[in-house]
């Protein structure tokens, strides 16, 4: 077996806190292992190290605001986190030098619950105070201005356009397609009391699979709303809801036996295979690059055969894990919110390289980047690439930061007290 590479750490004295040592390795390697870190000692000894970039540009933002880059642009929102505030408005700034170009007000009592972008567009979706549909309004991330409204929570399809769903009590939600140019609704289906799942690509959803509590399925093309197969499976011990109703890869899984889920295929709705599930509270399936991940509140991942349900790896070091590509970013505790990250290998679960010790951000703008806390008040800005298996070093910043951006040329950064800050940081 390779060793494992490490990545992504900084020279002796430049962490706030002693970086986790390797895992133990063959005796018989330990010469080889040894050369190989200190070539790459060496390396890092002899180049220079990353220049702080110049002074940054304060953005005005409240304590717990989000934000988004989106064509040149730097879009600022009152998030639901947003401390003593009493309105909900978003900004445009323009990229590099934080200009302000436009303001926009929602309405009394709303606040927004996340930004997001559509056909090139900005999606904002908020919700009403007390009882009411959540709704999304799409902007135009140049001027402000309103393209259309449409009742509901977005989601992305893989081909590029927007589904908004509205649950309600009862089974009278609906679940609808909307025309990303013109927010004309294209077609709709009822949701059953259950809710809905949705079968996913790479670039978002392709099938709505909708299950009632008497056990009927149907799954619909998630752009046309065609009905593309139709079958049943058990009805929910209850007769009002499922325990489980999740889609995972090419699976429908739902409550089998006491102490059990089943998996059926999407395709042709057979039955594939069951597995026992602890009875505690908070067990849920994932997809894994290929496997069906099981995990729960107490931590660990057990790794599952898609095929076969027969079990893949069981490893109990990691507190968290998502899919990257064919990879898997895997998460062991760490310093605080910073953790220790490593890229996996989904079909055996070994560890292909570390990362090193990073607090996540960024992947709201599509770029994963790594936050580090540093001596000196200081914050280690890295890219990190799971599929490369590398962490490169983006910028070192002064202060501390709760969350940051890549614009390419710039990185955004908001201050745990409020207020963003855009460093040029060039490519």
Known sequence: MSPVIELGEMRHGEEADEPSRAPGRPPGRVARVVAVCCLALLTLAGATPPARPPAGLKVPAPQGAI???????????????????????????????????????????????????????????????????????????????????????????????????????????????????????????????????????????????????????????ADSGALVRAGRVPPAADRVSYRFTQVVADLLLVDGAPGTVTAYGLDRLDRRWDVPVEPRAGVWFVECAGMVCIRDQVGGVRALDPATGRPGWVDDQWIGMAPFGGRLLGAQPGVGLELELSVLDPATGRALARLGRWRTAGVESGQLLGLRRLTGDRTLVGTLDVAAGEARIRAVLPGSWDECADSGTALVCLHPSGGLVIWRTGR
Not at 81 to 108: D, K, M, N, S
Not at 112 to 135: F, K, N, R, W
Not at 162 to 180: K, N
Not at 202 to 213: S, W
């Open 67 to 221: 934000f988004l880059v989106l064509a040149g642009r730097l879009v600022v929102a009152d998030g639901p986190g947003t401390v003593g505030l009493g309105g909900r408005v978003v900004t445009g700034h323009r990229l590099p030098g934080g200009e302000p170009l436009w303001r926009f007000t929602l309405t009394a009592g709303d606040h927004v619950l996340g930004l997001g972008t559509v056909a090139g567009g900005l999606l904002v979706t908020s919700s009403p105070a007390g009882a009411g549909d959540t709704l999304s309004t799409l902007l135009d991330p140049a001027t402000g201005a309103v393209r259309w409204r449409q009742s509901g929570y977005p989601v992305s399809t893989a081909s590029g356009g927007v589904l908004f769903e509205t649950p309600r009590a009862a089974g009278t939600g609906t679940v609808l397609a909307v025309d990303p140019a013109s927010g004309a609704v294209r077609w709709s289906l009822p949701l059953p009391s259950n809710g809905v799942a949705y079968r996913t690509g790479d670039r978002g959803v392709t099938q709505i699979v909708l299950v009632t509590p008497d056990g009927r399925v149907e799954v619909h093309d």
